[in-house]
């Protein structure tokens, strides 16, 4: 299995666009959003450059978490997933390095966002606040790795690209990643409540402000998790890796 | 790979039925090959060929009928490392290098094949360090049978493996083959190039619309089909001719099947026909397999 995860983190690593877009993008927006808002009269205060923060590091993460899994959509066009089928590794393992490919890459962005944010935009935080944030971002974007692992076994190898283009920027933008929900008119509010990317950026407000954990936005998130894995796990047992000729 | 008693067959089919939707691949089958055995598994596309060789890797599961490999389930002989295969739409990664690819299948067998004699065996010795993407038909080809292999594992499965290989390339892979199955190998495959079977099964068996139509070594299957074919360039033909059962005509060729050659020839005499370009023959490999598949698809 360490064999598999070490395959498959060289396979990311050789993707210089795929760093680009989930690393640097992120933080730079970070710092973009920080010196606009900064411009502005009245300048910017602690509180907005910690959210600008929050909200990039979210950004990054979903980011992330999508373009690291949809790639199962390339593998299965490939044929690669029915070659793996026929050696001994076992099933179990490539789902298992799947998800820890998702998640150890959702690491990156989001440190690097935080970064950015302390040294750059002089964000301060309490060292636990620091670890906290970190800690339940990283943790809860299980629910984009889940999600992303749907769109990679639901969509074709040429839809998936665009579509996780499309996936992540609608929960970006609609979930008050890029502007926040509070300026949203009431009827798009509601919309971004049922997004997951709204609560997972309110749980990492929530980790950054020293709040300790809210219940709610855990919950939420749990949820959907849930409900993307079970998901997969339908569309991929639909799925057949055999030839349907011959 | 833990030692077998030689009286399990590497490979027993037994009632296999498998469906794609509406459309039945294989019909009641029953198949039994022994260790060491070289099959051809002939037919043409649609035969079930690949449904069979998907069904004993465990990539399907059969609508009913039983497959056991080596004694085992096909999912338990695959994870003992009992098989290696070639499928048809099998693939390689992208952005990886052909010997990241052979390391990662490698390290999944007990028992693996040493890289440096693998790689040569297989001809891809200059090809690892190469990232997959720039590899030529031929050259993923060849890098598919290491994968193939890499545990060398008692039993070979290969759906199509010279599709996409030239003349060269296809001698080669058949040295390798033959090398492999006189050490004991039980290599199974799937093709459509009736020569390859000819040349390297001890056994053929030849499917059609998911039955099994003939089984038995080339000799056998080819003397299945009596008679002979008479060609020969002609423009018209007499309608009724004697001893025919079927004609083929491509471009100004004309083949005829016939149960009596004489008959069929002063038939020809006397109807005025000029016998240019004569040529008659005993059945190939391939009007064998063409006639017991064409009847076995309308029973």
């Known amino acids: 299995m360490s064999t598999l995860l070490a395959f498959q983190l060289r396979r990311l690593g050789r993707n210089r666009q795929f760093l680009f877009f989930t690393v640097l993008m992120p933080a730079a927006f970070s710092v973009f959003f920080t010196k606009v808002f900064a411009g502005a009269p009245g300048g910017i205060s602690q509180e907005q450059a910690a959210a600008t923060m929050v909200s990039m590091m979210a950004y990054g993460a979903l980011g992330a978490a999508l373009g690291a899994t949809v790639r199962l959509s390339f593998d299965r066009a490939s044929g690669w997933l029915r070659q793996l089928r026929v050696t001994p590794v076992p099933q179990t393992s490539v789902v298992a390095v799947d998800v820890a490919v998702g998640m150890l890459l959702t690491l990156p962005p989001l440190l690097v966002v935080a970064a950015v944010g302390r040294f750059v935009n002089g964000v301060r935080l309490e060292a636990g606040q620091w670890v906290g944030l970190v800690t339940v971002l990283w943790l809860a974007s299980a629910v984009f790795v889940a999600l992303g692992l749907l769109l990679g076994w639901a969509l074709e190898e040429k839809a998936a690209g665009g579509a996780i283009g499309i996936v992540g920027t609608v929960l970006a933008l609609l979930g008050g990643l890029w502007v926040p929900v509070e300026l949203f008119p009431s009827g798009l509010r509601v919309v971004a409540h049922a997004l997951p990317s709204y609560w997972y950026a309110e749980a990492g407000r929530e980790a950054a402000a020293g709040s300790g954990p809210e219940l709610l936005p855990l919950l939420v998130l749990a949820g959907f998790a849930a409900l993307f894995a079970a998901l997969t796990v339908v569309v991929a047992r639909r799925r057949p890796l055999t030839a349907v000729a011959g | ?299």
């Not at chain 2, 010997?99 to 891809?124: C, F, M, N």
């Not at chain 2, 010279?162 to 001698?171: I, L, W």
């Not at chain 2, 009736?194 to 039955?211: K, P, Q, S």
């Not at chain 2, 016998?275 to 059945?283: F, S, Y």
């Open chain 2, 1 to 299: 790979m833990p030692a077998l008693a030689l009286d399990v067959p590497a490979l027993d089919i037994s009632g296999l039925t498998v469906r794609h939707g509406d459309v039945l691949a294989v019909d009641d089958l029953d198949l039994r090959i022994g260790q060491g055995e070289t099959v051809a598994l002939l037919g043409p596309n649609g035969a079930g060929k690949s449904s069979t060789v998907s069904a004993v890797l465990g990539l399907l599961r059969p609508s009913a009928g039983a497959v056991r490999v080596l004694g085992r389930t096909p999912s338990d002989a695959v994870r003992a490392g009992c098989v290696g295969a070639m499928l048809q739409h099998g693939g390689l990664p992208g952005e990886a290098r052909v010997g990241e690819v052979v390391h990662l299948v490698r390290s999944s067998y007990a028992d693996p094949w040493p890289t440096a004699d693998l790689a040569a065996t297989t001809g891809i010795d200059g090809l690892l360090g190469r990232p997959v993407d720039a590899l030529s038909g031929g050259q993923r080809q060849r890098v598919l049978l290491a994968l193939a292999l890499a545990g060398r594992p008692p039993l070979l499965l290969l759906d199509e493996p010279t599709s996409a290989m030239d003349v060269e390339g296809r001698r080669a892979f058949w040295t390798t083959m033959r090398g492999l199955a006189a050490r004991g190998t039980t290599v199974v495959f799937a093709t459509h190039h009736l020569e390859e079977a000819d040349a390297v099964a001890d056994r053929v068996v030849v499917l059609a619309g998911g039955r099994l139509v003939a089984d038995g070594s080339a000799a056998a299957v080819r003397s299945a089909v009596s008679g002979r074919t008479v060609r020969l360039t002609a423009d018209r033909l007499p309608g009724d001719l004697p001893g025919v059962t079927s004609v083929t005509r491509q471009g100004a060729t004309v083949a005829l099947a016939t149960g009596d050659v004489e008959a069929t020839l002063r038939a020809l005499l006397d109807a005025g026909v000029p016998l240019t370009d004569l040529d008659v023959r005993g059945a190939s490999l391939e009007d064998a397999v063409l006639s017991l598949t064409t009847s076995g698809a309308t029973r």
